[in-house]
């Protein structure tokens, strides 16, 4: 349960005569500054403590009348009571000066043998507020305490200026955040770089946008594109360029996101538009010359694959090589690569070639990450996922038993890709599994196909009444689990044989409840897919574990045709400790990526390029906006009415046993 450390005593203790010694208030509460003290006279010129009165509320003010280095209201905190983990720190204040510069910080200071030093952080230069402002700040720390020193929560001044204090509660949180806090949207209470981002810029966003917005802009657009909410992030771009295009370190500063942000949109002429501007403030973004590869402007079409900075230009690159016979073998060996994308780069050159040259660069990379499988290839066929199985490295070690894995599978038109897909999971190192897997009743042979695995005891198979999404299937078939941990499988990719093993492995060692692996997206052709980051290895989301409870407590997966997954796995993200989810950084999934796949449906894809489809952009921006607004402001059912009105919402139909 949470626990509140906070001790109010001073708002009784401090009357309304002014106090300008420093020292002890009562038992917790104490007055400290920077200033060299004599001894035997405490008086600080320059400083009062006082109860005050702000609309009928009573408060304490702290008034400084010179500047200080620091001066501080310390309140002692045990340390017994300062433990790992999460804190929830709500401050109602009133701050007024006219040296908006340096204002006002909260902390906690660690001291030994009398001299302090910062323990933790948790908010820098309160914003100025002539009206009562309550502020939340979710703080974690890692930091070992000692019962040797002293802690103690401080409110930092050091310019002129009068701090009214009216409330302060310091919480301990155990478990999950809660975000049904009356008055309190969820951002306020999650720990994510992206909330406490947008926590500090709406504090300050009065006086930013109006002294400095070369340093609000950036973040906000950055907050915007980061929830991919687009349309947001849109105005912001459009503002940018109305209100600020001749600003050289703004335009510098956000031109990598506001291509992102056209790129989403598919607003490739307004892309073209920005280049022209930034190139007449002499600047050339690598973004820039990454676009201008792939939308075929002229004069860098054929230019080198390198930034100007050295760097070599991944994405474009591998493009490039898909395309086949764009450079020779004398051009490849002087491109500067990354050491950990070479390999890949190299598969992908060298198969237009031959499969020997192209397995012995893609097992190199497995080798990277010290995999104890190699891939081999069968007889040619179209799709070379279709031709992969697995050969020992070396020795395996890992897990082989343990609780029951449940392997959820949602199959839709899968006849070509449900056989090595299913094969994939049966070959797992990890023995302690049940597969089930339903058909949403496709109109081509997938429901034959998965009845050939019917004779295995793993297998269970289903099918769906009606056709009505995967993310509909996959709450059915968890309602029909027995297994302690759930995860998933995509009816048209590869697990690696020690996928399960070494994620369940992640769990266990880091008594974690959620463990996410890594995958490659491999085209049909072979074709190993980078995106414009310039990264290969992406998180898998579609093969996301967690422990049964993590399901009770977040689930169900809404309701539509795309995206859930990223929906339910940002509500982890946001809502447990960061030491609960674990990411497995090495290949365990070899993804397909061809126009079947749910992210290149036409009409709700998701490009390597960065583009999102209308419908994806719609519900991607609603969710973002809910999750950091809340279930008041945004309920699910105005989610539901965006989803219907985008033609992606897929109501839940019945579920059908084919084996037992």
Known sequence: MPSVISDKSIFDAVSAQSRTKTGPITDTWRLSASQPLDPADRTLPGIEIFQDQINAFASIALRLNQDYRWVRLEQSINQSDLNTGRYRVALTYQYI?????????????????????????????????????????????????????????????????????????????????????PGLPPYRLSDLQVNKTLSSLNDSMDSSLRKNPQGWLPKMLGVAVALEDYQTAWGICKYIRAQHRHDRTLIETTAPRMLDTALALGEIEEARNMMREFSALGLCPNAS????????????KNASYQFPSGETDIFSLNRALERGGQLSFGEMIFLSLPTTEAALIWANYQRQFDDESYLLQLNNYLDSFDSPFRITLGEHRANI????????????TGMTHGPLVSVIVAAYQAEETIGYAIRSLLHQTYQDIEILIADDCSDDATSERLREFADDPRVRIYRGTENQGPYNIRNHLIAEARGDIITFHDADDIALPHRISTQLEEMTRHQAKVALGSWLRIKENGHIVAFRDGRFL??????????????????????????????????????????????????????????????????????????????????????????????????????EEITHAVGIYRAPKGLISITS
């Open 289 to 300: 010359i990454q676009l201008s590869r792939n939308i075929g402007e002229p004069d860098v």
């Open 538 to 639: 992406r998180n898998c989301l579609n093969s996301i574990m967690f422990a049964r409870p993590i399901y009770d407590q977040f689930g169900p997966y809404r309701s539509i045709l795309c995206g859930a997954d990223s929906e339910f796995y940002e509500k982890l993200r946001g809502r447990l400790p960061a030491s609960e989810i674990v990411t497995v950084r090495q290949p365990l999934v070899l993804g397909l990526w061809s126009s079947s796949s749910l992210t290149r449906t036409a009409g709700i894809e998701a490009d390597e390029a960065g583009y999102r489809a209308p419908a994806r952009r719609a519900y991607a921006a609603a969710i973002g906006r809910q999750r950091v607004l809340g279930k008041t402001i945004l309920p699910d059912q105005k989610i």
């Open 385 to 396: 996922l279709n031709r992969v199985s697995f050969s020992e490295n070396k020795p395996f």
């Open 97 to 181: 000066t006219d040296k908006p510069a340096r204002t006002p910080r909260l902390k906690i200071i660690e001291y030994k043998d009398g001299v302090g030093q910062t323990y933790l952080n948790i908010a820098q230069d309160l914003p100025v507020t002539k009206t009562p402002k309550t502020v939340e700040f979710l703080v974690a720390t890692t930091a070992q305490t000692y019962p040797d020193r002293q802690y103690r929560f401080c409110i930092e001044m050091a310019k002129t200026g009068t701090l009214n204090l009216l409330d302060l509660e310091i919480i301990h949180i155990d478990g999950a955040i809660a975000t049904d806090i």
